[in-house]
Every structure is written in C-alpha cells, then in structure tokens.
C-alpha cells in the first residue's frame, strides 16, 4: 500500500502533467490560429525519401522528390522564419523568455505566469548540466552569495534539478512574498508569527511556510499563476508543542506531525495569537516534532520566523 | 469554548447557528481532514482575521490506515465539535443562550490539561 509521501508525489507528478498538456494544448491552439500547425493524421503513410539518399527520411511528393530543403523543389513552400522576439518597444505585450534561447533570463522582473512558465520550458527544453546552471544563475539572481551543495546524493533520476528548483522557489518567496500575499503582507504576516511564537509557551517553536503559496503547484488545480492558493499551508516545528498536542489527546496521522489544527485549537493548547485567514483563504497550523522529518516531506519549505 | 455535539448531519449545526447568529460559515473541504466548516471574524487592515467559530467532524478517515479514525479522545461520545475563539464573549452568550432554551443540543468540553 501507498505510504502518504508516495501518495503525494504522485498527485504532484499528476498535476504537473496536467499543467503541461494544458499548456501544450496552448501551444496547438495558437499555432492553428498563426496557420502554421496543419496537423495530418496519417502522417505516417506519407512517402519519405528512402534510407542512404542524401535527403533520407525527408517527406517527398508522390515522384519521389524531397519536398523542402535547399535541394527540393516539391509543392510545400518553405515554413516562414520565426518572427523576432519582441524587444523593448514593441507592439505586442511583453512574452516569456523561452528557456530554449536564452538562459540569463531576467529572474527578478516576471510576473507568476511569466516565472512558472519559464521553469516549464526549462523543464522541457533543457537537461542535465545545462538545466542544472540555468537553475543555479537564477538563484544567484535572488541571492548572490548563495552556496551550492556541491554533494547531494540521491538515485533519483533529477533530483538535484528538483533540489534546485525548490531553493529558487524558496529565494523568490523570500523576496516577493508567497503566491496570494503582497510584499507588505508577507512582511506583516512573518512579523506577527514570529511576536506570537515568542509570546507561546513553546520557546522552540519555528514557523514554516509550504504548500502550493510557495511550490507553485496545487494538487487540484495544477500551475497556479496569478490567482493564488486556496489556502495557505503553515508548519510549526516544535518538540515541546508537539508533545503537549499528543498530552491532549489529539490523535495523530503519524508519529511525527499532527493532522492540519486551526488557529483556535493552537490557542487552547498554549499558542495564541496565530492569524484563521489571510486575505480571506484560510491558514492551517501542521505541528512537526522536529525539523528533519518536516524536510522529509515533499515540496520546499520558507522559514516565517524572522529570528 | 468547545461544545460537543450529537447530530447525525453537521448541516444541522450549521443552519442552526447560522440562523441565530447571523453568521454564514464557509465549507472547508480538506483532502486530509474531510468536510468541516468555518466562519472568521471580518479582517483587520493588514486582511488578516484572528478569531472564528468551526464546526467539525469528530472522526476523519486515515488513509494510511484505511479505516475512519477519532480525532481527539475526549471527543469519542460525539459527532461534531463546534469550536468558538475564547475572544468572541458575544458569539459564545448566545450559544450558551441557544443551549439553555433547547434550540442547540450539545455539551460544553472542558479544556483538556496541558502539562
């Protein structure tokens, strides 16, 4: 039987693939609009040049003759060059700059949609070494002096890709705040977390924030853009807290977190002060008995605590 | 306050508090925790709300291990939990108003102890 991590890296596998057939889907859309995707179902009985020619493999018209290229002189005209990229000036609305072309892209200055947009592509287009540097520059956008783990160890294919897509979440978050809050609201949020962790009777605690606000991603709806999470996931790792939630009596999902508590049940156990909603979304308290095994779930994590 | 309560439907509480409080709750469907439901107070300048009332199900289905599981021991002789902010004195009078002239049929649960 499926453990929860695995449940969950599955629903976050779903999701992602969701978010790209759609933007696929995109794709087709506005290429059948530009003329340019004449898709042909059976694509695969048209003639090509035979195997050893010079233009093997190309499709041919019925004489046998390559139909594009240098040397061909078949009925299909040549594809039209791709348009320019749109520089400062122009006509049409700023677009993403696409990971395939470029990858001293301007990290600091997307939009959401611009930002995840642009990591879908990079995911695509872009593999291994190259990925892992374009990764890498834009971290060092948000943070110059970040230091790189140069050993991180794992059998799963990519997942130093994932490690550093999770660190430019996490930088970004630090600078602009989490998906569904402004810069003013991030502040004033992590300022009253940390005033109400002090104020507890658990001086250990530390606050977190997780969930699709800062991953970007939602089990349900896939790639968030611009309309924000539903609700905003929040971590308090504290041994003390989390012992007295088991003295209480609540039962838990396993022995090192509680299930999602709200703001009153963290009130009556000796935390008061926590914020029920932000923005009218709610917000969730998960209380962790240790740091190392909040890390061992998926997904990044932000430190709220401003100490 | 925590009042336990013995309703086979949780729709009942909720009507039943909305009609005399004058609230409406919102349905909070969590993939972890299931269907409960919940009203904040209306949002300070900064849009953030600090104090509310939930109605909750006492009893959850754990995935992990496959079966519907109690929430909380001193929960076990209900079937949902209405749970008001100790700073809502307004909303509680009525409650207990509510309570006294037989409208809403529940108990209050004491604060577990917190050593």
Known sequence: ?307 | MELGTKYTNIEDVVSLLETHLGITFTKVEDGETGVSYDWSEEPNEFGASYYGIEILPTRIFDPEKNRVVLCQKNWKPYTFVVGVSEELKSHSAAIRELMKRGLLKATEIPLPPIT
């Open chain 1, 1 to 307: 039987m499926l453990n929860n991590d695995q449940r969950s890296w599955i629903k976050l596998s779903l999701a992602i693939s969701a978010a790209l057939r759609a933007e696929l889907a995109d794709i087709r859309r506005a290429l059948t609009a530009r003329g340019e995707h004449k898709h042909n179902p059976r694509w695969r009985e048209q003639p090509r040049a035979p195997r050893g020619t010079p233009n093997g493999g190309q499709w041919v018209d019925g004489g046998g003759k390559p139909s594009g290229g240098p040397k061909g002189s078949g009925s299909r005209p040549p594809s039209p060059p791709p348009p320019p990229p749109p520089g400062p000036g122009h006509n049409q609305p700023p677009r993403v700059l696409r990971a395939p072309e470029r990858l001293d892209m301007d990290w600091r200055n997307m939009s959401n949609s611009e930002y995840f947009e642009t990591l879908s592509h990079l995911a695509r287009h872009r593999r291994g070494q190259e990925r892992v540097a374009a990764l890498q520059a834009a971290i060092r956008t948000f943070e110059p002096t970040y230091q790189f783990n140069p050993i991180l160890t794992t059998r799963r294919p990519g997942a130093y890709e994932q490690h550093l897509s999770e660190q430019l979440h996490v930088q970004r978050v630090r600078h602009y705040g989490p998906l569904g809050m402004d810069r003013a609201e991030w502040t004033q949020f992590r300022s009253e977390i940390t005033n109400a962790m002090r104020r507890s009777r658990f001086p250990d605690a530390r606050a977190y924030l997780r969930g699709s606000a800062v991953s970007g991603v939602s089990f349900g709806r896939g790639v968030l853009t611009e309309t924000g999470p539903r609700d905003f996931d929040a971590t308090i790792v504290s041994p003390s807290l989390f012992a007295a939630v088991q003295r209480s009596g609540m039962r838990l999902p396993s022995a090192t977190r509680t299930w999602p508590l709200s703001a009153r049940r963290l009130a009556r156990l000796g935390m008061p002060g926590l914020r029920r909603s932000e923005n009218g979304r709610p917000i969730t308290y998960v209380v962790f008995s240790s740091a190392s095994a909040m890390h061992a779930r998926p997904g990044p994590a932000i430190p709220l605590s401003l100490d």
